[in-house]
């Protein structure tokens, strides 16, 4: 049973930074392309950033480009995003996933890292 857990959320003032990682139990992540999402209350889940198997290559939604950066370390079986220059709308609990594209592929989601934003 693969499992996806996320870390590093936490509470952050506007224009601060958090550091999120996401590490697999049960299988390695190398072979996919992964992606981060996030669900804010109220909210459904959408899609903030991917990345391709070898890291190569990456995409953003438009509401974080230049301030997100989603990165991975194989060798360590985990799935990185920095975010920079937060802002309140930032708020959200943030996943990860195994993606196609922009889309998730696994059914099981991590229990998620809250990311809130103070103004």
């Known amino acids: 049973q693969v499992q996806l857990v996320e870390s590093g959320g936490g509470l952050v003032q506007a224009g601060g930074s958090l550091r999120l990682s996401c590490a697999a139990s049960?299988?390695?992540?190398?072979?996919?392309?992964m992606g981060w999402f996030r669900q804010a209350p109220g909210k459904e889940r959408e899609f903030v950033a991917g990345?391709?198997?070898?890291?190569?290559?990456?995409d953003y939604a438009d509401s974080v480009k230049g301030r997100f950066t989603i990165s991975r370390d194989n060798t360590k079986n985990t799935v990185y995003l920095q975010m920079n220059s937060l802002k309140p709308e930032d708020t959200a609990v943030y996943y990860c996933n195994v993606v196609a594209g922009s889309v998730p592929v696994w059914r099981n989601w991590g229990q998620g890292t809250q990311v809130t934003v103070s103004s």
């Open positions: 049960g299988r390695t992540l190398s072979n996919y392309a």
């Open positions: 990345i391709n198997w070898s890291g190569g290559s990456t």
